[in-house]
């Protein structure tokens, strides 16, 4: 299974832009790179996912290097409500199964 | 539409005794995963069902099992409990076999003394 490296921890401020780093240098071409958070004492939340473009949604916007080896969710303008363990993750389409391989993510801070 | 619904919330049992959890997938999802959560070990994937069917499985004993049901309805077995498997095992549904986007429930806190 590909992995993941991410920072254990990261700050912002409330209001100003949070770029949340990951690293997944043994990527292949079928995996899709997935972030999903975990609020304090709630299960994990879907937050985005792409494969090679860039996207986004209402929550984030996930940016994806050209060889794939590294992306970074873009939070726009965090809220105290942000504050989370962050993962990114990598899911194989063609692995036949929808199981999700969780590292350590990062714990998001963010100061009012 | 109503969530992951996870039942019981919290329990307590003793080492020894056997306990049975149950997660309730959100209404016309029939994928559900089962994980487990420690400070020690983050989360790890148990296993998962699609229409009935085990399709995959994580690194755990045989003490832990489960099942789903015709409903979408899971449940997960853990018998001979050890203090070890005190954590928070929470329940993800989603709508396809193979699906970008699953839905966790709140999780059961189970504690074992």
């Known amino acids: 299974d590909a992995k993941t490296t991410q920072p254990n921890s990261m700050e912002s401020n409330e209001e100003e832009p949070v770029h949340l780093p990951c690293n997944h240098s043994?990527?292949?071409?079928?995996?899709?790179i997935h972030w999903y958070r975990q609020l304090p004492s709630q299960g994990p939340e879907y937050v985005i996912h792409g494969l090679t473009s860039n996207v986004n949604n209402r929550m984030a916007s996930l940016a994806i290097a050209e060889d794939r080896k590294s992306s970074t969710l873009i939070l726009h303008r965090a809220t105290l409500r942000d504050a989370a363990v962050y993962y990114c993750?990598?899911?194989?389409?063609?692995?036949?199964?929808?199981?999700?391989?969780f590292g350590t993510g990062t714990l998001l801070a963010v100061q009012p | 539409k109503a969530g992951v619904t996870q039942t019981p919330r919290y329990l307590i049992k003793t080492r020894g005794q056997q306990v049975t959890l149950s997660c309730s997938p959100i209404s016309g999802h029939r994928s559900v995963s089962w994980y487990q959560q420690t400070p020690g070990q983050g989360l790890q994937f148990l296993f998962e069902?699609?229409?009935?069917?085990?399709?995959n499985k994580g690194n755990f004993p045989g003490r832990f099992s489960g099942r789903q049901f015709s409903n979408s309805r899971s449940e997960m077995n853990v018998s001979t409990l050890e203090l070890g498997d005190s954590a928070l095992y929470l329940c993800?549904?989603?709508?396809?076999?193979?699906?970008?986007?699953?839905?966790f429930g709140p999780g059961t806190r189970l504690t074992v003394t």
């Open positions: 043994t990527i292949s071409g079928t995996d899709y």
């Open positions: 993750i990598l899911w194989r389409r063609g692995g036949a199964t929808n199981k999700l391989i």
């Open positions: 069902y699609f229409s009935e069917t085990q399709r």
């Open positions: 993800a549904s989603s709508s396809q076999q193979l699906s970008y986007e699953q839905y």
